[in-house]
């Protein structure tokens, strides 16, 4: 009798039957495929990012943003143009016009300019420009003691807040004092001439506008050369205040300080006026 295969054996495993239909499934639908898997892939890397990109964010703007102000600060300059100031702080806060008063060589003239004041983080800076939007003079006056940029100075570095006075600009054969002591403010300056190489005229001082030390001697004079009870009064004052504002002039601007006809710094009436 002729041996006949069973109906079982020639029905294929059932589990044999799964795996070829799963393979035609898979076959027909590859792009499908290929689709969701992308899909997912960019769905599981935006999760993991986010997360980074966030703490990234928090560390620059809560962490390293002191970083990104300072950097910001040692772009401007004395001569650049308005443009490039607004560029790089913004729409300023206020603007204003005065009569500016400079040396020149046939005779001091003066020159209506506009005065720009931009808000920072922490801090504020001025500008002042002619006509032809050329910034002839521009500070930066720190609001805080732990905000503390660094500018160059004279061959040396000052670091707003944490330089003495006295280590900025050294002895009195280098500096002359730009100061007014009123009633509800002052401000105090060592005033470096222009000169070699830069032929810029520096500033650097304690503008009050920015809670700044009243701590101050007081002068009978705030140009020029000093009588010796006045130097004696500056000595300690220098030695023991760091300031809280640097600012330079455009390259040959020299201004005319007699009688306090230049504020140097922000106004403490305008800082007044955003703080109410």
């Known amino acids: 009798m002729p041996f006949k295969q ?19 499934w898979f076959r027909h639908r590859t792009i499908v495929i290929l689709l969701v ?9 935006t999760t993991i ?10 560390y620059s703007t809560d962490i390293r943003w002191r970083e990104n102000e300072y950097h910001k600060l040692s772009l401007l300059h004395g001569g650049m143009a308005i443009s490039k100031v607004q560029e790089i702080m913004g729409v300023p806060i206020f603007v204003g016009s005065l009569d500016v008063s400079r040396k ?11 005065e720009s004041v931009y808000p ?5 800076v001025q500008a002042l420009h002619n006509a032809d939007g050329a910034v002839q003079l521009i500070a930066v006056t720190s609001c805080d003691s732990s905000f503390s940029p660094s500018f160059p100075l004279s061959g040396r570095e000052i670091t707003l807040n944490h330089t003495t006075l006295a280590d900025a600009t050294g002895d ?6 730009y100061a007014l002591q009123g009633a509800n403010h002052f401000y105090y300056y060592d005033v ?9 005229v520096y500033f650097v001082g304690i503008d009050d506008a920015c809670n700044a030390s009243r701590d101050f001697p007081g002068l009978a004079s705030s140009e020029g050369a000093l009588d010796p009870r006045e130097l004696a009064a500056l000595i300690p004052f220098r030695r023991q205040s760091t300031p809280n504002t640097y600012a330079e002039t455009s390259p040959l601007f020299e201004p005319v300080l007699k009688n306090n006809t230049l504020r140097v710094g922000v106004s403490l009436l305008l800082v007044r006026s955003v703080q109410q």
């Open 6 to 24: 069973s109906d079982r054996s020639k029905n294929k495993p059932q589990s044999q039957a799964w795996a070829e239909r799963l393979d035609t």
């Open 37 to 45: 898997l992308f899909a997912f892939c960019v769905a599981t890397v």
């Open 49 to 58: 990012t986010r997360p980074l990109l966030d703490l990234w964010h928090l």
């Open 104 to 114: 020149q060589s046939a005779g001091d003239i003066t020159e209506r300019m506009t």
């Open 120 to 124: 920072g983080r922490d801090y504020w």
């Open 172 to 177: 009195q054969i280098s500096w002359h004092p």
């Open 192 to 200: 470096i001439p222009a000169g070699p190489p830069t032929y810029k």
